[in-house]
C-alpha cells in the first residue's frame, strides 16, 4: 500500500540520494510552524532542526534561520547595514504576520495591527503591533503601539494570527488563536472598550472576553496534535442558514481517507461573535500537503460574478497560494462546500519570501486588498546585529484576470503618494534599442543618495518566438530580457530582475535525480505504463510546478517541484523542467551577504498583448518587489549589501535573444519614508498611557 510513509522514503531518497548518515533521513526535516513564526528559508532547509520540535504537533519555539555551520560571533562584519523606509516595520524588534487589517468605518482611518515581539528582534513573546494611517501612503505609529500582550494563561505562548472585523451590532470584534505553554492552541476573541468606541476609537487597546477560549483543540473532530489549530478568517453569513455566521481555521485532521490538511467550519448565532460555536464542517480537503497542515487561510469573493478564491500558506512551499473554484451546497449535507475547479490549477501570490498573507475588504474605497510579510534571510546573530527583523508587504490590490485564468494583485495607485524625484524618463515613444548581451545604464551608481527607488520598465519584443517553448536551451544559451538593480559603478556587481527561458534542456550530469534542497509541493503514486511521461504531463498541469522528478524506487512516485532543476538521474529516475517563460531574480553577482539562491516562477506569455513586457519594481534597500504585467505574476526578494550608496545603479538589457528587437522605456522615482515626521516626545502623554496601560491590564481601569 502507498502510504505516507512511502512517499516520506521517497522525498528522502530524492533529497539525499539515499545518504543514510544525513542526520534528516530518520526523520523528515519538515518545519513545523504556526503562523506567527519565522519559516526556514529554502537555503537553510538543509540544516535539521527538526530536534527542537515535538514530534506529533507544530513547535511554536523559534527556529534558528542560518545555514548549519556554526554562525560566527557578531562584530563589525556581522553588522548589517539595512533601512527599508516605505515598508512598514517598527524601529526595532521582530514582526510577522500582518494581522487584522481594518478601516474604521466611523472615522476613516486605516488601522494595521501584525505580529510582533516587544523583547527583541528574534521570534517570541508574540504580541500584536498596531500602525495607523489615513490614506494608505503615510503611517503612524501610536505612543502605546502594542495592542494586545500575550498575558493570559490562554495565550502564555503567544498571543498568535488573528482576524479583525465588525460583528453584527457594527462593534469591532478581535479573533485570534491563542496559545498556551506546550503549544496549545485555541481560538479567543477580543473587543474595543466602549469607552474608546464612544470616545476617539483609538482601537489601539483590546480587552480579552472573559468567554476565552470560546474554541479549544476538543473542538475538532479528528484533530491531529495540540497545535494544528489555528489561523481564523473573517465571517461570514451561513447561505445554507442566514441566522448563522460562519468562521474558518487551518487544521489538520485525521479523517476516513488519511491524515490531510482542512479548513474547518465553525457556526454561531450570536451577534456579537463571542460565544455559542460549534463545528459546522470541512470547507475544503487537501490530500497532498507534506505538512497535513495549511497556514493563514483566507476565503473571500472579488464580487465579479460571485466567484469565490480560497488562499492558503503552506510550509513545504514557503509559499502563499490561491486555488480556485466555486462556493457551493453539498448535495448530501446542503451544508456550503469549496469545490476546486481542475481546470485552473493553484497559483502561487508570490515567487519569492511572500507569506502568511491577509485580505480585507476597505467599506470605503469599496474594494478588497491584501497584505504580506516578508521574513529577513539572516543568520540569527546577524538579526540580532541589525536590531530588527521583517517588513510588510506593500499593499496591494487584488483581480481576477478572466483571459489568464488567475488571480493578479499589484501595488495600490495610493503608493504613487510616496515618490519624490523624477530621476528618469524615456517614454514609449522614444525608447532605447538595446544591443544584445550590452547593458544600457539609466541610473549610475553612486549617482543619487538614495536606496529607495520605484521602477517602471515597458520591454517591447518584435516577437515572442524565443519564448513560446519551442525550443530547449541550455543555462548559457537561454533567451532573456530584464533590468539590473543595485548595480556598482562598472557593473560588476548586479541583480538582474528578468523575463527568461529555464535551462530544460536534459543532461546526464549528475547521480541524483535532483539536486533539491527543499521539499516537493506535490508528491503521488506513479502511474500508467508511461508514468515518467505522467509526471510530466501532470507538471505542465499544475502551475505552480517548474521541475518535476519520477522514480521507481523505492517505489513509484511523481514529485513536484517549485524550482528549477537541470539534473537526470539513471534507469530507475527521470527529472525534467517545464520549458515556459521564467520570472526571474538573479542574486549571483549581487554582492549581497544573504542569500544568493535564484528566485522564480512560471511566467508565460500572456495572451493579450503577448509582446509588450511591463516590469514594476520597487527597491528599498533590502527588500525588492516585483510585479509583472500588472500583478500577473510577482516576486519579492532580499538584498543585503554592505555597498550602500555604491550600489544604487540601475539598467535594462537583453540577452541571448537573436535577431528579436528589443527596446525599453522606462520612468524611475526616488521615494520617500511611509511614516509620517514624529512630533517631539511627549514625557506627560506617555507616562499616562503607561500608566492607565497598567491599570487596564490588571483589570483596575474600566
Known sequence: MFTNDTLFEN????????????????????????????????????????????????????????????????????????????????????????????RDPVTGKIHLYMQYNPNGPLW?????????????????????????????????????????????????????????????????????????????RTLSFFEKSPLNPILTEESVPGLVGLGNFRDPTEWWRDPANPSQWLIAFAARIKDRDGDNAHIVLFSTTDPSFQSGYSFSHSLYVYKYDLDHMFECPDFFTLKQGGEHYLKVSTMPSHRDYIVYGSYQADPVTGKYVFIADPARSFTFIDYGPFYASKTFYDPILKRRMMWGWTNDELSNEQITSQGWSGVQNLLRGIEYDSVEKKIKTYPIAELKGLRLSHLYSRPETDPLVLVDGTPQILITAGTNATRQHEIIVTFKLSSMDSFKGNTYYTESAAPEFGVMIRTNADLSQYTTVSVRMPAAVRQPISNRAQD???????????????????????????????????????????????????????????????????????????????????????????????????????????????????????????????????????????????????TASAEIFSMDSAFAAEAGPNLIRTYTNSYYNLLSALGVAS
Open 516 to 662: 533539491t534542497t527543499w521539499a516537493p509541493i506535490k508528491m503521488y503514486p506513479g502511474s500508467g505504463t508511461n508514468a515518467a511521461s505522467n509526471c510530466s504531463a501532470e507538471c505542465a498541469k499544475e502551475r505552480t510546478c517548474v521541475s518535476w522528478t519520477y522514480t521507481t524506487s523505492p517505489s513509484s512516485t511523481c514529485a513536484l517541484y517549485w524550482k528549477t532543476s537541470r539534473r537526470v538521474y539513471n534507469a530507475t529516475a527521470h527529472s525534467g523542467t517545464v520549458n515556459i517563460p521564467l520570472l526571474y531574480m538573479d542574486r549571483t553577482h549581487s554582492g549581497s551577504i544573504g542569500s544568493r539562491q535564484p528566485l522564480l516562477g512560471r511566467s508565460p506569455v500572456k495572451q493579450t498583448n503577448p509582446n509588450v513586457v511591463r516590469l514594476h519594481i520597487f527597491v528599498d534597500d533590502s527588500v525588492i518587489e516585483v510585479f509583472k504585467d500588472g500583478g500577473l505574476e510577482t516576486m519579492t526578494g532580499r538584498l543585503y549589501l554592505p555597498g550602500g550608496e555604491s550600489q544604487t545603479g540601475i539598467a535594462v538589457y537583453s540577452k541571448n535573444t537573436g535577431s528579436i528587437t528589443v
Open 124 to 200: 517570541g513573546d508574540i504580541a500584536w503591533y498596531h500602525v495607523t494611517s489615513d490614506d494608505y501612503v503615510k503611517w503612524t505609529i501610536p505612543s502605546t503601539p502594542i495592542a494586545t500582550y500575550a498575558d493570559r494563561w490562554y495565550d502564555k505562548w503567544g498571543a498568535y494570527s488573528g482576524t479583525m472585523m465588525n460583528n453584527n451590532y457594527s462593534e469591532p470584534v478581535m479573533v485570534y488563536t491563542c496559545t498556551e505553554p506546550e503549544n496549545i492552541q485555541r481560538q479567543c476573541v477580543a473587543t474595543i472598550s466602549p469607552s474608546d468606541l464612544a470616545g476617539k
Open 11 to 102: 522525498y528522502m531518497t530524492l533529497r539525499t540520494g539515499g545518504v543514510v548518515d544525513d542526520p534528516c533521513t530518520t526523520t523528515f526535516c519538515r518545519v513545523y510552524t504556526v503562523c506567527a513564526m519565522l519559516y526556514a528559508t529554502h537555503d537553510n532547509i538543509n540544516s535539521c532542526v527538526r530536534s527542537q520540535i515535538p514530534s506529533s504537533s507544530s513547535s511554536s519555539e523559534p527556529i534558528d534561520s542560518s545555514d548549519s555551520a556554526p554562525s560566527p560571533t557578531p562584530g563589525p562584519s556581522m553588522h548589517i547595514d539595512s533601512k527599508p523606509q516605505y515598508h512598514i516595520r517598527p524601529p526595532t524588534n521582530w514582526i510577522n504576520d500582518p494581522n487584522g487589517p481594518y
